[in-house]
Structures are given as C-alpha cells and as structure tokens.
C-alpha cells in the first residue's frame, strides 16, 4: 500500500487544485509537478497572501516540506528562476532542502515560444488558443528526440551549443519560411552562451529525482503529486486537437513523476461548482451570453497565466462522472459553492448537467464522434429554484444553508463521488473539511 495522493483537474483547468493540493500538502513529506509546464497557474491565497505559481509546487509555502519537479514537466529556465526570485521576495526561502529539479526535465527554449505562436498562425481558424508558453512545441520536441533537457545546462557551453544546433535545423527553416517570423531564427552559440548563464541560477537544484521520490516511496512518506491542467484537456483523453501536450490524467501524472500505480493510496479530482475552459473546443453545458457573463463576473474567471476571460458555463457531471473512471478519483474538492449561491440569488435558478441528448438518444458519456455526426449534444439539466449566501465565518457543513447541501447532494449523486473539500471564498480558510 502505498502513500501517495493524486489531484487531478474534472474538466478543462482552473478549478482550483492548489486548494487540495494546499491542504493535501500539510501533512505530507514531498509535493511534486510532473507533467504540464508554467501553461498551469496554481492561485493560492494563505493568511490573505496570494501567491500564484506556474512550476514550483505549491508545498513551497510550507516549512519543511520537499517540493519537486519531476521529469514529465517541460520547464521554462526564465519563468523557474522568476518565481524563485518573487518566493524569496515573498520570504520564502528557495533552497536544496526544499526544492529540486530533475536533469530529465526538457526545458521549454525561447523558440518554442516562437514555434508556439507561429502554429498557432498557420493554424488559422482551427488554433487550439494554446497558452502560448510553448508547452507543444516543447513536447513535440521531446517526442521527436531533439530536445534539450535541463541536464544539458550543465554541459559546456560548446556541447550545449551542438544539441541546440541539432534541435533548430528544422526550426530555423520554418522561421526563415514565414514572413514576420524572420528575426525568431536562432543564432545558437548565442542562445547556448545565455542558457549558460542562466544555469549558474538554477545548477543547485538539477538532480536526480528518482532517487528523493523512490527513498520516500521506501519509507512509506506521504507524497503529492499536484495535478496541471485536467481530464478534457488530454492528448489521449480529452477534446483532442484542443487539447493540451501531454497527459493531465491521473496515469500521466504518475508517470511522469516515476511511481507505479500501486503506490497511489487516493486521486482526488477537483471541480467548480460551475464550468469554465480557455482556449477552444466543446463545452456543452457553456453560456455564451449573459448568464455565462454573470458567472464570470461572480467566479472571477480571468486566466491567472495569461488573463483571457475564461469561457463559462453549468456543471457539467457528464464529464465529472467520465474523469471518476479514468483519473481514478476517490473524493472531490468542490470550488465555488459561493459564487454559485451567489449566481442563484441573481437568476433564481441553478443548473446541473446530468445527461445529454444526442441524436435522439439520452446518453452519459462525451461523444468522441462529434465531427463525424455533425450534431451537438443538447445539455440535459437538473435545476435547483434558489441561491444562498454562505456567512464567512461558516466552519462546518451543518452551518451551510440547506440549498447548498442540496446542491452539494445533488453533485455526489449524479458524479458517483464523494465530496471530501468545499471551497467558498478565495482563501483557503474558506474551506469546510468533511
Ligand atoms: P497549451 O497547453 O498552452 O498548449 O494549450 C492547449 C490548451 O490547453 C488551450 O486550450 C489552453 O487554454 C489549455 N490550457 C493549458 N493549460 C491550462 C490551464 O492550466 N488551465 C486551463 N486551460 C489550460
């Protein structure tokens, strides 16, 4: 039996994982990334300090804690020592006790970026509206054998230089090809002489991480793996082309870190109260008009990577009751359960998807065909005819008002899975335990 908790993500990002992960976090040994890169923003607001993160796990902000990035993760060298700068800043210590990197970690170079934005372009009206980090480019990188991995900092400068070179033959005629795209051709003595510098930042850090994540695995010391990005994002799984470049699931989290599915003791899948996605493809339950607007507005669901205001849109248990099987998921943490009282206060009605129509049929799975029918699953509702208000001081769930633990009911019933954390306000002392 092993100690290891998973938090995954139920539908398209963003519903607040670094709630789980913070509380998950308390009594663990080692937190760890493993797949993703800084394409994620974990938002974590703790004794009112907001501190928003895109690599390093969010187990940071605890003492004594040993916080990874595994090799599944695609690192951007600028961003990693940015948010080391802005933690120090913050009082929060950066050190090799509390913090490592492994060597196997691709990292995530200035023209992946470019590569990022230039696909994107060519891609015209069927762009994914990626984050724009580079995270595709990255990953088709490494999957193509010519990436370069955060090992390779510690190389000198002149066999750096060669892999670089190796990497951007096909790049630099790409550029070179693509009128406005000219001056992102790489020079790559350049680029490997600045990676040089840059490596000084960061080469206390580089290691092997198998061997601090299998001595914790030994010991039977609790380990959590912080989940980026979610189910419907997934290469394998999700609303593929608009997904994401790698697998958000609960397997790929675990595989990226390097620990075989015995040693995982829970999964925990985290959702809103309501649905959000950046970026595009099918969002059934959306709103694309003033009701999306308002829950926008309440839920605040602007990116914290890259501020676009976040597609909104009704629960939708179709797709939370699917992530139970493929993540695994044991409990649920519930964002939002405010702002959703809130939503029902303004329209006297709250919606939850627990089915859809398609064609002709009732049926409880996401379609994968949808481009071949052409059709578009109708959204089937439960409604609730009341919102509620949620007093700050709120400690239990009996102190909950009764619609919300209807709501609250509601959502276990139809996903199948129990509800372990319930989010209401920003703050993780907004939080009810169960
Ligand atoms: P990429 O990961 O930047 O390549 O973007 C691919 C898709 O995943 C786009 O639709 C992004 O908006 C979405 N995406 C990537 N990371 C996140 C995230 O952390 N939250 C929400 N959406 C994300």
């Known amino acids: 039996m092993g100690n290891v908790t998973v938090i995954v993500g139920c539908h398209w990002g963003d519903e607040g994982k670094g709630r789980a992960a913070f509380f998950e976090s308390q009594d663990a040994h080692m937190i760890v990334r493993s797949t993703g890169g800084n394409n994620a923003g974990h938002t974590i607001v703790y004794k009112g300090k907001k501190y ?127 009128e406005g795209f000219e001056n992102c051709v790489v020079d790559s003595k350049e680029l490997a002489k600045e990676l040089k510098q840059k490596a000084h930042k960061l080469k206390r850090f580089i290691c092997n991480t198998d061997d601090l994540i299998q001595n914790a695995i030994r010991k039977d010391e609790k380990i959590v793996i912080e989940g980026a990005q979610a189910y419907r994002l997934d290469i394998d799984h999700g609303d593929y082309p608009m997904v994401t470049s790698s697998s958000p699931n609960t397997s790929g989290a675990i595989s990226g870190a390097g620990i075989g599915p015995k040693y995982v003791n829970k999964t925990i899948g985290v959702t809103k109260a309501y649905c959000s996605r950046v970026g595009n493809g099918p969002f059934i339950t959306e709103q694309d008009n003033e009701i999306g607007d308002l829950i926008r507005e309440l839920g605040g669901e602007y990116g914290t990577t890259t501020k676009r205001p976040r597609r909104c849109g009704w629960l939708d248990c179709v797709v939370l009751r699917m992530a139970k099987i493929t993540m695994g998921i044991d409990e649920l943490c519930l964002n939002h359960l405010d702002t959703i009282g809130k939503i029902g206060n303004e329209l006297g009605k709250i919606y939850i998807c627990y089915a859809y129509k398609y064609n002709g049929e009732v049926i409880e799975y996401f379609p994968d065909d949808i481009e071949i029918t052409g059709e578009i699953p109708k959204p089937l509702y439960i409604s609730l005819d009341t919102g509620w208000d949620i007093p700050k001081d709120c400690k239990t769930y009996e102190d909950l008002p009764a619609k919300a633990k209807e709501f609250i009911g509601l959502v276990e019933e139809i996903s199948e899975i129990p509800i372990k954390y319930i989010g209401f306000g920003a703050d993780n002392k907004y939080t009810i335990v169960l």
């Open 52 to 178: 928003a993160l895109h690599l390093i796990p969010s187990g940071i902000i605890h003492k004594g804690k040993m916080n990874v990035i595994a090799p599944g993760v695609v690192v951007d060298p600028d961003v990693l020592i940015k948010e080391m700068e802005t933690l120090e800043k913050d009082g929060i210590k950066v050190t090799k006790r509390n913090f490592a990197v492994s060597g196997r970690a691709h990292l995530i170079m200035p023209y992946h970026r470019d590569l990022d934005r230039l696909k994107e372009e060519l891609k015209g009206n069927s762009k994914v509206g990626t984050t724009g980090k580079g995270i595709g480019p990255a990953y088709s990188d490494k999957a193509d054998r010519i990436g370069i991995r955060l090992y390779d900092l510690l190389l000198p400068q002149k066999k750096l230089q060669e892999k670089i070179e190796l990497a951007i033959k096909t790049h630099n005629q790409l550029f070179k090809a693509n």
